[in-house]
């Protein structure tokens, strides 16, 4: 298993910055036109965390983390502050027969929808999880795998029935150096300065 189901401190990451990166190819044509080629299907997320300075209890805690998850061997959750929830996002349309579906989140840019992103989520927060049927919330009839994003009806929902979740959401993400290049510029004070963190894919 090269992920262990823990999350980075939050109080670490609120100060975290970056987002989502994709993969284009951009190909100069002698005519000054250009041809841009889509490399993944999926965007990859790469953060980066600045610990200037850390005293005590949270410098034991990264540096616990750290040895933890022996550098970049293992992946482990992120919450992303800037997006991290689910508000009523539909991820299927039943058939009446499929009972598994994939939580999903859908990004739109004026309605349109060929330009609409989405975005597989995998690592859901447990107990955040909100199921809905054309609107009504079912208490009960369901399960909901945290670490898969898969949520499962015990009835297939019905044909055209409209399938929406709330929740909130981490970040799978592992350590992007083997090296904890940390300074000690006094006693009890410590400086790790461009943490760099990157989604992985599960």
């Known amino acids: 298993m090269t992920f262990h189901d ?41 953060y980066q965390v600045d610990i200037s300075p850390s005293r005590g209890a949270e410098w034991e805690e990264l540096l616990n983390f ?7 061997a293992y992946g482990f959750r992120l919450k ?23 939580i999903k989140k859908i990004y739109t840019n004026d309605d349109v929808s060929l330009w609409k992103y ?3 989520l995998s690592k859901i927060v447990a107990g955040s999880i909100s ?10 009839g369901w399960s909901v795998d945290d670490n898969s ?19 909130e959401f981490d970040v799978p993400v592992r350590f992007d150096s083997d090296l904890m ?11 790790w300065q461009s943490i760099n963190l990157v989604e992985i894919r599960l």
């Open 6 to 46: 823990t999350r980075f401190p939050t109080r670490i990451s609120y100060g975290a910055t970056g987002g989502p990166r994709f993969s284009t190819t951009v190909q100069a044509l002698n005519s000054g036109h250009e041809q841009r080629n889509i490399n993944w299907s999926q965007a990859r997320r790469e």
């Open 66 to 72: 750290f040895h933890a998850r022996r550098g970049r």
């Open 80 to 102: 992303d502050f800037a997006d991290f929830k689910l508000d009523n996002g539909l991820i299927a349309v039943g058939d009446g027969v499929e009972k598994s579906f994939k």
């Open 118 to 120: 989405e975005r597989p």
């Open 131 to 140: 199921v809905f049927l054309d609107g009504a919330e079912q208490l009960s």
């Open 149 to 167: 994003g898969l949520v499962t009806f015990v009835s297939a929902p019905a044909n055209d029935a409209n399938i929406t979740v709330t929740c």
């Open 181 to 191: 290049a940390a300074s000690i510029p006094g006693p009890d004070i410590h400086h």
